[in-house]
């Protein structure tokens, strides 16, 4: 009888321990109704990831360990793998194997990732315990996330010394653009260079500036495809494995038994209890869910985190100053699609400067989305603040002071309805912007939640095309997108007046904060000198800004905030 493997990639929260557990227990039963033998978890599902500091509170590994005990009893009749984080002389990133009402084994994690947005030497001992489990003579190798991406990691050592057919790895792994295709491709290697069959659970949600994406996957001994879990959301993904392939591929490959002759390695085997021999069950079709086209890969992953950060932290609405431009448009259609258009209010601020079809183009996008559009005018409030600063400024000339009260009116506004109503303040600046300063400190910057904050000003234009296809029709005006970007605080002002056109803002931007490169590298690309020092000075000097901005979705590999870690007092200049 083939061996029958359930994965549960579910959306933890971190710290909601007691619902976790019932998010566990639920796919529990749930893969027991499905006959399963074996439930898969992912990466520290119970306490959430990542926990963070919560991770140095005694008080919290030790409720962890109580949580799991309590899961231990739905264990009966199946084996149950757990993500969570465990006490055992030091702290440990470890995986649960649960077996018939009881904790058969531990695995702990081999390689912790300090990189990027990962801190998890800070927390964890790394482990070294060399397992492999046994289930009805069949031999499984378990191991958590990082532990798979190196070639000669513990799955391998798992399949070449220890015998294992079966590698399970669990996992947290957070997205970026294109990152699920290339974990696909990678665990697919790892289960043809192992000759073994190997299922992949993954998490999926937001968490803070984080998303993962699911996309778990099962692969058989040549790295054929068998099943793969849909993207952004939770699902159960399953297969039925005739264990009795692994051995007959085997046999054609005699380059592992010349590798296992060179060296040895002692693995304990843990001998889980038989269970009762189940009843005959119909087969199973595997399902292989389809994947997003990039953007709109882009678009789920904005969606989902920003619906997890506002619920996961309690709020039900949100609110946004809504412009008449691309950025605040397309921050209004995602908070739409992931609260639902009731929950979203936008807020139209004019002032003498903004044009008549601005606010036009903000009727129309809340008419189309179906949310409500407030309309606060504040020129009046901007004209007082000029009156109270004039005997201060006396006969200096206007410059960006006056033009950044404007913002921070905004700012106050909204902030204000977020504390009269308890709605969540969404920020609506882009990467373009949020690199080189291109803001107000107070102003638009003032916020619980920056949608675009990853998003460069170009992709902001091709998501917002994406949606007008996904719609049918231009549900984001055509005019919002075919307008010049002006922040409209002066006369006739563009953005373009202050910052390079956004067609070569963003490659700069993405070979320096990206890439690193330094500025002779990105000058060599083609770019004027004089263009990526100007870029290079505004993005080293804008740290003090972002530093006090809120989080937001983290959609490319090197975000601005864990990603990048810039002292704010730093002298150092390169130059070209």
Known sequence: MALRIVLAQINATVGDLPGNRDRIVARIEEARRMGADIAVFPEMCLTGYPPEDLLLKPDFIEAARRTLHEIVPESRGLTVIIGTAYADGDLHNAAAVLHDGRIAGMYYKH?????????????????????????????????????IWYPDGPPEAQALYGGAELLINISASPYYMGRGQARERMLRTRAADNTAFLAYCNLVGGQDELVFDGYSLICGPQGELIARGKQFAEDIIAADLDMRQVFRWRLYDPRRRKRAREESRVFERVVLSPTPVRSERAPLMSQIAPLFEPVAEVYEALVLGTRDYVLKNGFQKVVLGLSGGVDSSLTAAIAADALGSDNVIGVAMPTRYNSPHS??????????????????????????????????????????????????????????LSNKFGWLVLTTGNKSEVGVGYSTLYGDTAG?????????????????????????YDIIPQRVL??????????????????????????????????SCGPGEIVARGYDPATVQRVIRMVDRSEYKRRQSPPGVKITPRAFGKDWRLPITNRYRPEV
């Open 111 to 147: 390689y912790l990732p300090n990189y990027s947005v990962f801190d998890e030497e800070r927390y964890f001992e790394a482990g070294r315990q060399q397992l492999i489990f046994v289930r009805d003579e069949t031999l499984i190798g378990v191991s958590v996330c990082e532990d």
């Open 448 to 472: 619980g939640f920056a949608v675009l904050k990853d998003v460069p000003k170009m992709m902001v234009y091709e998501l917002s095309r994406y949606r007008n296809r996904l719609a049918g």
């Open 359 to 416: 606010l036009e183009d903000a009727q129309q996008l809340a008419h189309n989305f179906g949310f409500e559009l407030l309309t606060i005018p504040i020129d009046n409030t901007f004209q007082s603040f000029l009156n109270m600063l004039a005997p201060v400024f006396a006969d200096l000339p206007p410059d960006v002071t006056e033009e950044n009260l404007q913002p921070r009116i905004r700012g106050t506004l909204l902030m204000a």
């Open 482 to 515: 075919e307008k010049v970007p002006s922040a409209e605080l002066r006369p006739n002002q563009k953005d373009s007046d202050s910052l390079p056109e956004y067609a070569i803002l963003d490659p700069i931007l993405h070979a320096y904060v990206e890439e």
